[in-house]
């Protein structure tokens, strides 16, 4: 009777524990089926301009500004991305000292200073180092960087010597270049630090060309929080 009942108990506890895994694994297999494909960023940080009238970059004598970003990110494959970005950026020149170089500008009716915002709206591949098969199962810290094309437009006050020209607009093509690193503080929320370069095609942002060799191009470094959406339509 002792041996029938111990069979039976070995029995009984066999089966609740292949139940137990049964549904431990029946509710992950389960959530990794959710869909977390799309995600959303949002990020802001301080950021300026590189710029013929925007300082002294060698003295790091320049106007650091705020920029704010919103980004739709969508997972492609187990390593890519593909991430829309909205942003925003103030940007500030600084006024040369120099004699020389303000009558340069002078005859040239170059501005000697800026002052306005750059809104901007780029597409960009994301590519991730450590790869994943779902949200659920990335790495606790991950790297990331892509480029991609994008368009801007610029609204600045231009000031001269003097004289003061309002709303000066340019609207031209860029290339985000981003990087950054990214920390998982729950299954469906990360922190990320992102450093960016917008590297814009035209020089007239700041209403002075061809003073120095390159042109206008914008920086920043940005505080993000990103956000996995579920679109799951299935409540069961």
């Not at 992950?28 to 950021?47: E, H, K």
């Not at 469906?188 to 370069?197: H, Q, R, Y």
Request: hydrophobic share 35%.
């Amino acid at each position: 009777m002792y041996n029938n009942f111990k069979k039976s108990s070995s029995l009984l506890i066999l089966i609740f524990f292949m139940a137990c895994m049964k549904e431990v694994y029946g509710q992950n297999f389960y959530a990794y089926q959710t869909p977390l494909q799309n995600s959303l960023i949002i990020g802001v940080g301080p950021s300026f301009i590189y710029a013929d009238n925007g300082g002294i970059y060698s003295q790091f004598k320049f106007q650091i500004n705020p920029a704010i970003t919103a980004a739709y990110n969508r997972k492609i494959s187990r390593h890519f991305n593909l991430r829309a970005n909205l942003g925003y950026q103030k940007i500030e020149g600084q006024e040369s000292s120099n004699q020389n170089i303000l009558e340069i500008w002078e005859n040239r009716s170059a501005a000697n200073n800026f002052s306005g915002h750059v809104s901007y709206f780029d597409f960009m591949p994301v590519f991730n180092i450590f790869p994943s098969d779902h949200p659920y199962l990335r790495t606790k810290v991950n790297i990331y960087g892509g480029l991609g094309l994008g368009i801007l437009m610029s609204n600045v006050d231009l000031e001269y010597r003097n004289k003061r020209d309002e709303n000066h607009q340019i609207i031209s093509l860029y290339v985000p270049i981003r990087a950054g690193l990214s920390y998982m503080i729950n299954q469906k929320t990360d922190i990320m630090l992102e450093g960016s370069i917008l590297y814009n095609f035209s020089d007239n942002v700041d209403g002075n060309e061809n003073f120095n060799r390159f042109n206008d191009h914008l920086f920043q470094l940005q505080f993000m929080i990103k956000r996995y959406l579920n679109t799951s339509t299935n409540r069961n």
